[in-house]
């Protein structure tokens, strides 16, 4: 009887796509404004906490220094997601041909995983001249793993019998490879994608960090460092939130380009 | 070689076969298996399979029928002993002109693309396209009664209808051979025997020779002309059963006590095997 009512006050709440929306929505609307009244009722000052409304407002006011920082380090994102996709790919075909090329190889690729990037960001940037070139390497190093391995899991994924089908029907390897591998692949490579373009984030950012340029090409790393030293909270949040909102829409894209490509057949995207 | 002349031929086949002896479709001569690490997958056996005929291997797990299976498609090469397919060694088999099919225990379909490409497959592999292609495509499709599914994914589907594309992916090269590898023991009974019944069909039009293994008794004597025993540790033929008893058959015939005695001799030879296994 209760639920009815219920239903007769929402009946929008009976839309199962609505409530996709709704709830994780109003549980975002709840925690800012518990936020915002937080800091406003233990009047909690703006260099140690600032408010959302505050945040919002420092982002629009510093405009012209976060737009301009925001781009500059999408450019190194996409630059660096891009080119650790062409070389993960490159490099997980090279490992599937063979056990032993994959065998032989495949630690170093471990090696450069394991490798705390900041702890190799210096030399990068002694070693490389252009600073944007000497990010998008940093960057790149930290997302091309999840590519290499995934793929090359992927390639590797194929059914045994259909392989043996595949054989039985004398067919080459170039036709295993278009025909078999890569369609099994692309989960795990999708997979992949959304773990890389989270990480080439990281890597965009943490690499300008460790290199603290300044200058007319800095992006948003370099921002908080700023704002850090000034302490200006509030545009120090203004710039997180600018990340963080990449990552997420990147994530959202890549959640996206998966199901238009798989979402037809793959268990993942199947509800 | 289109359908309806393989079929004429089959009854040929079968008409004469009282007396003339058809051309022996596959031949073990001493052919056994022993895997790297030393596991004797299958001692050394022999048999003989006619063209036009339909075999089962039965035996437990472990007897090598899968093995065996796997040798004469050429998917695994005998450590000794000869393997002949039309008196030719097995990878002489296209340049005779003749083709195999196997289909195995599960579907194994790609679950990425329609059934109508999944059975094209095997056609564009070989290099058939167009409308040639389409049509044979369609062919095969009817024979396993799939038209109406040709534009589904494979996870649309049924266990049983999985099946039937995986094994009209096999018809659609006309093959002269199709090897089956348990290709039902994963539906419900009713579906089994509704795909027995298809596949006994499919075997009389088309003039195929049949081998096909299982470890189930009841299918063994319902589908074949010949059951070929088999024990385990280490894989073995122990004997052989005739199955006397026309075609086509209904699926009365499992009911009659023919069909019981069959089961009977064919379930004590097995547990005779499997006794002298434990001693």
Redesign the interface.
């Given at each position: 009887m209760s639920t009815a009512v219920k239903d007769g006050a929402f009946p929008l709440m009976k839309h199962e796509k609505f409530r996709k929306i709704a709830f994780p929505t109003l549980v975002t609307l709840v925690l800012l404004t518990v936020w915002q009244l937080t800091v406003e009722m233990a009047q909690i000052p703006e260099y140690i906490l600032p408010s959302p409304i505050r945040t919002l407002e420092a982002m629009w006011e510093d405009w012209g220094l976060l737009g301009p920082s925001l781009l500059y380090t999408l450019k190194i994102t996409a630059l660096s997601f891009l080119l650790a996709i062409a070389i993960g790919v490159i490099v997980a075909f090279f490992f599937v041909q063979s056990r032993f090329i994959e065998s032989a190889f495949f630690p170093y690729a471990v090696l450069l995983q394991v490798t705390p990037i900041v702890a190799i960001a210096p030399l990068i940037i002694i070693w490389v001249n252009n600073t944007t070139l000497a990010l998008v390497v940093c960057s790149t190093l930290v997302a091309v793993f999840p590519i290499i391995s995934n793929t090359t899991l992927g390639l590797r994924s194929v059914?045994p019998?259909?392989l043996?089908?595949?054989?039985?029907?004398?067919?080459s390897r170039v036709?295993v490879l278009l025909?078999?591998r890569i369609?099994s692949s692309?989960p795990y490579f999708f997979a992949a994608l959304k773990i890389a373009c989270g990480l080439s984030l990281v890597g965009a950012v943490v690499a300008e960090f460790v290199a603290g340029t300044g200058g007319a090409n800095t992006g948003l790393a370099y921002q908080i460092l700023q704002a850090g030293y000034q302490l200006n909270i509030p545009r120090m949040f203004a710039a997180l939130t600018l990340i963080s909102w990449t990552g997420v829409v990147l994530f959202v894209a890549m959640s996206m380009l998966t199901k238009v490509f798989?979402g037809?057949?793959?268990e993942s995207e199947?509800h | 070689m289109s359908l309806a002349v393989k079929k004429e031929q089959s009854e040929q086949d079968v008409r004469f076969s009282v007396v003339e002896e058809p051309m022996p479709a596959i031949e073990l001569l001493s052919t056994e298996k022993i895997y790297s690490n030393g596991t004797r997958a299958l001692l050394p056996v022999d048999l003989k399979v006619k063209q036009g005929e339909f075999v089962t291997l039965l035996g437990p797990s472990g007897c090598g029928k899968s093995t065996l299976l796997k040798m004469v498609?050429?998917?695994e090469a005998p450590s000794d002993g000869r393997l002949l397919l039309w008196r030719k060694p097995v990878d002489k088999l296209?340049s005779q002109n003749r083709s195999?099919?196997?289909v195995?225990?599960?579907a194994?379909?790609?679950?990425?693309?329609t059934v109508r490409k999944n059975v094209r497959?095997?056609l564009e592999?070989?290099g058939v396209k167009g409308e040639e292609a389409e049509k044979r495509v369609d062919q095969a499709l009817e024979l396993v009664g799939l038209s109406k599914f040709a534009d589904a994914?494979p996870?649309e589907l049924s266990g049983g209808m999985q099946m039937r594309v995986s094994i009209a992916r096999g018809l659609v090269?006309n093959p002269d051979l199709l090897l089956m590898d348990e290709p039902f023991g994963a539906l419900d009974e009713i579906t089994r025997f509704k795909l027995d019944s298809e596949l006994l069909d499919l075997w009389r039009k088309n003039g195929l020779t049949v081998v096909f293994v299982t470890h189930s008794i009841h299918e063994a004597v319902f589908l074949s002309q010949r059951v070929v025993v088999m024990a385990a540790r280490p894989g073995r033929i122990i004997d052989e059963v005739k199955i006397d008893e026309p075609f086509p058959r209904s699926e009365d015939f499992r009911l009659t006590a023919k069909f019981s005695e069959y089961s009977m001799t064919l379930h004590r030879l097995l547990s005779k095997a499997s006794v002298e296994e434990d001693l």
């Open positions: 059914s019998n259909l043996s089908y595949f054989k039985l029907r004398n067919a036709q025909r078999l369609p692309m798989i037809h057949w793959h199947v | 498609a050429g998917l296209a195999l099919s196997f195995f225990q599960e194994s379909l790609m679950v990425w693309t497959l095997a592999l070989e994914l996870k090269v």
